[in-house]
Every structure is written in C-alpha cells, then in structure tokens.
C-alpha cells in the first residue's frame, strides 16, 4: 500500500465512492485513471478485509458466550 | 383753738401774760374743754420703745403737707389692762403697725410737750389694715403672674435633700427636726438661721430663700416658724419673701404656726402646713409615698417576672414532651421505611436482574445476526471493484487499445495535434514503440 488507510471502514468507503465518482467522469486523465484504480483496489482491499476481520470477531464472540450463559 | 377764758390782772393792753405753769395748766385745761371724752387718732407706730412696765411711740401719718406726729405715751396701767384684748386678737404693738387708738391729750409740763395718753385701741382697724395690705400685696404677684408660680413647681419622688429657712433657737427647729428624725428616713438639711420676727426679718427670710432656692442640689426648701402674734405673722405677708417664694425654681413648704391665719407666704408656697411638725410631715408622707410606690412596682416586676418564667417552664416541659414524642414518632417510621425500602430493593433488584437477563438474551440474538448484517455491505463492495476493473485501461489495452504521446510525455488526442516529422512514443498492453510522423490527416 502507497498509502495507509486512514480512519477506519466509514472513512474507506467514502473515499472509494469519490474515487469512483471522477473514474466514470469523461474527461478523466489516463494517468491519473491508473493511480486511482490503484487506490481504489487498496480501499476494496481493505474493506475487504475489515469486513471479514468483523465477521469473525462477532462469530467467535457470540460463540463464547453461548458456551457461557451465565 | 379759741381763746381761754382765765380771770386773770391785765397788764399788757388787756391782753394776760401767764406764767409757765399757769400756761401749762391753762393750755390742759382747754384740751380737757376742748376733748372732754378723749379722741381717737389713727396712723402708724414708730419710735417704739419700752422703758419699764410703760411704752412710749410716736404715732405718725405721711401726709401730702409732709409728716404729722404724736408722742403717746402707753402706761403700764393701760398695757396691763389692754394685754387680753391684744392676746385675743393676736396683735403685737411695734413699729410699722397701723393703729386707731383712743387717748387723752395732754401737756406735759416739765418737757414741755404735747402727748396723748393712750387708754384703747381699736382692734378690728389693725386687722383691717393688714387685710389691705396684704390684699395689695396679693394683687400685685397676681397682676405678675407670680401668685401661683411655685405651686406650678414639681416636688421630687423623694424630696429628701431639704434647705431650712428658720430660726435654729426656736422650737419650731426642734419640732421639724425630730419629725423628720422620727421618720428614719435619710433626710439632708441645710439650714439658714435668720430672725423671723422684727426689723430684720424680712430681709433675712428673703435672702435666705433666695440663697437656698438656687442651690441644684435641694429637692426642696421649708419655711418655718412657730406660733407667734398676727402681727409677726405679718413679717410673712410681706413682698419681698412673697416674691422671693414665688420665683423659686425648688417647691416651698412652709409651717407658719398658725391653726387660723394664712399669711401670703403661705398663699405663694407650693405647700402650706400649719405647723413645722405639719410641715416635716409632709415631707415624710411624700418620701413614704414614694417608698410605696417603689415597692408596689417591685412587687408587680416580681410577680410578672415569676408569671412568665412559669409559663416559659410550662412551655419548655410541653416543647420537651412533644420532641420526645415526634423523635420517637420519627424514628418509628424511619424504621417502617427502611423495612419498606429494603423489600422494595429486594424485588426491585430481581426485577432489575430479570431485566438485564432478557436484555442480555436479546443481545446475544441481536448479536448472532450482526454478521448477516455485513453481506450487504460486501456486495456493494464487489459492485465497486467490477466497477472499478471495468475502468482499468489495462483491460481496454489488452482488447488491442493503446497510448500515444508527444515526445514530452503529452498524451495526444487528435492527429491534428502532431507536426509532420515529430516523434511519437505509443503504449501497448505489453511494451512501447517509439515512431516519427510521416503524414497527418484530419
């Protein structure tokens, strides 16, 4: 990654949807086309990945406490 | 005064010439004629003097010719037989009395001077006279305003520091002052000796209550004297003392001996007492009154102030028992609201349990459906990526697509951009070929 992702998932996906948003306009650079398809693939990466990481979490964390109801 | 008819020789032109004794004998024969009951002759004694048992005064009229005299004589005879009616009517022969009297001229020949023998006197002329003047004198203070200014004076609660105005050797001293000791009560004198009888009388009275009434330190000033004639008692109905009680700024008291007569002393003074006894005992029931009045407040203080301490007691012991009894009320049902509280926190804390439980039951349920919350959002995120590997020139490129631009790098967009013989660099999906432009067509 050229650059750290910020915030956290709120602030990815924001910054995806204003990368999609000069992609589909017309007049967009072709070098610059290249580096934000960069970008973009890291966000998704990253959403990605936070999403699972999550999933995880929750799945083992509701685990847990079924195995203890106390 | 006609002529006397005497058989004597005639030597001288008819007219007699007498011997002296034959004078003096002819000139008591005519008065003899001439008054043959006596005479009454009023006017005012002076001159008197006693030689003996006989007295001898001058009885003289101002009038508006200038002064007019007498010479009486008062044998001893006529004194002895006078002295009751005198007595009767309390008057004192002396100078400055008013008189009417009866007597028989008659010339003395070995002074050769006129006089009367004095035989009685006219009692009721004396009084009458001194009523006048006294009348005169009241008057005169009523017209100053001054007849009843010492009555407008306050006696203290307690007149017990007192200024005497009396003669020290008479009994009217000792009477006033044992009355006063009999009492037992602190008085405080301070005394004038002066003569209240005579010639100097009037001036010493005046003086001394003049003196005595400007002292700040007296509560009170007494005038007294004892039993004497009307005519001494005249010394009090003089202007001058009159005045000079009148004008006092203290109270007089006075006790002028007299069961009958008022004298204007006694008409001006804030008090008059018969006697100084009366006198002192006035003084004494003021004090005692004032020693009552002091006891009956004390005794109404203490009684108010025993009243209201038993009431603040009852009050107290009344404050005392209801604290008492709203103490143990209280605590009576703090112990009920704390029973009450603890059964309320029991059951409220298993419902608060009960609660929590549930809550945590929908929780874990809440909680379990959390990852089927995160698809939706995984798909948008795969919308984005084929979005955005839709957009990737690299695809375009490898379906034949390619890049070209100037030689400074600049991507060139229409043929009419290049210049006939310019170089090119063009971009493929794999690699790049650099070519110079030979012809252009737009």
């Known amino acids: 990654m050229t650059e750290p992702v910020a915030t ?26 290249a580096t934000q398809v960069k970008r973009a693939a890291e966000l998704i990466a990253f959403c990605r990945d936070r999403i699972g990481n999550a999933r995880l979490h929750i799945e083992q964390v509701v685990a847990d406490l079924n195995e203890d109801p106390g | 005064m006609s002529q006397v008819a005497f058989d004597l020789d005639l030597d001288d032109g008819g007219v007699p010439t007498y011997t002296v004794g034959e004078l003096a004998e002819a000139i008591n024969s005519s008065l003899r004629r001439g008054f043959t009951d006596g005479v009454w ?203 000079a009680i009148a004008t006092s700024p203290l109270p007089v008291f006075t006790g002028l001996g007299h069961e009958v007569d008022r004298s204007v002393a006694d008409e001006v003074a804030h008090s008059s007492l018969k006697t100084p006894t009366a006198c002192a005992a006035a003084l004494v029931e003021h004090v005692l009154a004032f020693q009552a009045e002091v006891q009956r407040v004390w005794s109404s203080i203490d009684a108010h102030a025993n009243r209201a301490l038993q009431q603040s007691s009852a009050s107290l012991a009344t404050i005392a028992h209801g604290v008492r009894r709203a103490t143990v009320s209280a605590v009576e049902r703090s112990d009920d609201r704390l029973g009450h509280r603890r059964q309320r926190l029991g059951s409220a804390a298993d419902r608060a349990l009960e609660r929590s439980a549930d809550r945590l039951v929908a929780a874990r349920t809440s909680l379990g459906r959390v990852p089927a919350r995160l698809e939706p959002e995984l798909r948008h995120i795969e919308a984005v990526a084929s979005r955005v590997r839709l957009l990737d020139p690299v695809h375009t490129m ?18 009419g951009d290049l210049a006939t013989g310019s170089s090119i660099v063009t971009t493929f999906a794999t690699g790049s070929a650099r070519s110079r432009v030979e012809e252009t067509n737009t």
């Open chain 1, 8 to 33: 956290g998932y709120a602030a990815a996906l924001a910054e995806l949807e204003t990368i999609l948003a000069e992609l589909e306009r017309a007049d967009v650079d072709v070098d610059v086309l």
């Open chain 2, 398 to 415: 490898a379906r034949g697509w390619s890049i070209t631009r100037t030689a400074d790098g600049t991507i060139v967009r229409a043929a």
């Open chain 2, 41 to 243: 002759v009023r006017g005012e004694i002076q001159g008197w003097s006693e030689r003996g048992p006989h007295a001898y005064f001058r009885l003289v009229e101002e009038t508006e010719n200038g002064k007019a005299a007498v010479n009486v004589q008062f044998f001893a005879n006529a004194r002895m037989r006078l002295r009751p009616m005198l007595a009767k009517h309390r008057l004192q022969l002396s100078d400055g009395l008013k008189v009417r009297l009866f007597g028989h001229l008659d010339f003395f020949a070995p002074s050769g001077q006129l006089g009367l023998k004095m035989s009685s006197l006219d009692p009721r002329f004396t009084l009458g006279e001194m009523a006048l003047e006294r009348d005169d004198v009241v008057r005169r203070l009523v017209a100053k305003g001054l007849f009843d200014a010492n009555r407008r004076t306050r006696v203290p609660a307690a007149p017990l520091r007192v200024g005497v105005v009396t003669s020290t050797a008479s009994a009217a001293w000792g009477d006033f002052t044992h009355e006063l000791d009999r009492s037992g009560l602190a008085f405080r004198l301070r005394v004038i000796d002066v003569r209240v009888q005579g010639e100097w009388a009037v001036d010493m009275v005046s003086g001394a209550l003049r003196t005595l009434t400007r002292h700040d330190d007296l509560d009170v000033v007494v005038l007294v004297r004892g039993g004497g004639s009307k005519t001494d008692l005249a010394t009090f109905d003089h202007e001058t003392i009159a005045t």
